[in-house]
């Protein structure tokens, strides 16, 4: 699997723990969003070479109800 593909896919699985949170997916996500951002080999960082692309990550709070 190439990086481009691998980013998408990791992105793809976060966006789908925190639609359906449970406490496996949670743990999975910590590991998911360190490959992404804090590695040694950031995935984000291999993936946006080529492109130099400005990054910046939003964090958003959902309100419980």
Known sequence: ???DKLFIKTVEDI????????EYG???S???LRQLLLDENRLV?????NRKLKI???IQRKNKK
């Open 26 to 28: 949670l743990l999975r």
């Open 56 to 58: 910046s990550v939003t």
């Open 45 to 49: 960082h291999i993936v946006n070479r």
């Open 1 to 3: 699997m190439n990086t």
């Open 15 to 22: 966006c789908e723990i925190i639609d359906e949170p449970n």
């Open 30 to 32: 910590s590991l998911l």
